[in-house]
């Protein structure tokens, strides 16, 4: 994996692979997912960025990583990849990060790179499904972090109702503060009948709360490149 780690250190909170091993008990630590979003830079093919992120992919495998994905915006805010690698610990992370690459002689292929590591709040997924829906919320300046908490437990609830499986993450480190859904189907077909079902039921959960308490939300559909 390329270590271009972005520390956010204001928020020292325990906040693709979008699934990995489902968790069986709710006391037990979730684990972490080092999701890294690849922009595609003016003027570039796909497929060589595809073809390079897909190497790394397999190497971060190599490196440490429990398991990696690679997926592909499809629609939504960047046209981008988005690498998602899991770990258990933070321990295990540092050995990863350990790992001496060298990178001094490749070519960048991508305009812009983030990376964010996510706690694992709910998993549902048990394989890296063939399409994502993957969202974001950030929270109101005044909204607490358990009332942010509730708010995101019922948007899985009533996501995971649509879609049929969600995993929930919060924000570990990285660039901002946010919770984060990610929602697998099967086909556009599927994600059609998600959204009817979604239209009610994400307005019935909110509707629960006297305010949204939410400053801003994205949506981004996701197509799986990695595994194939």
């Known amino acids: 994996m390329k270590k271009l780690l972005i520390l956010n250190l204001s928020f020292i909170f325990s906040f693709f692979v979008f699934a990995d091993e489902v968790d069986s008990s709710d006391s037990e630590p979730k684990g972490y997912v080092l999701m890294s ?3 595609m830079a003016y003027g570039s093919k796909f497929k060589d960025l595809e073809k390079n992120l897909i190497e790394e992919t397999k190497a971060g495998v190599t490196d440490g990583y429990d ?3 690679l997926y592909r915006h499809v629609q939504g805010s960047q046209r ?3 690498m998602i690698c899991s770990f258990k610990t933070m321990n295990q992370f540092a050995k990863i990060m350990d790992v001496e690459r060298d990178y001094s002689n490749e070519k960048q292929l991508f305009a812009s790179h983030t990376d964010h590591i996510l706690a694992r709040v709910k998993t549902e997924l048990d394989s890296p499904p063939p399409f994502v829906m993957f969202a974001k919320w950030r929270p109101g300046p005044n909204l607490s972090m358990s009332g942010f908490s509730e708010r995101m437990t019922a948007f899985q609830k009533a996501f995971s109702k649509s879609f049929g499986a969600c995993n929930e993450y919060i924000h570990s480190w990285g660039p901002e503060y946010a919770g984060y859904l990610a929602c697998g189907f099967d086909s556009w077909s599927d994600f ?5 079902a979604a239209d009610e039921n994400v307005v019935e959960a909110i509707s629960s709360f006297p305010v949204t308490g939410i400053v801003s939300h994205s949506d981004e559909l996701l197509v799986r490149v990695y595994p194939k």
């Open 37 to 39: 979003t690849y922009e």
């Open 67 to 69: 398991a990696c994905s």
């Open 80 to 82: 981008a990849f988005y």
């Open 192 to 196: 059609a009948k998600a959204t009817a």
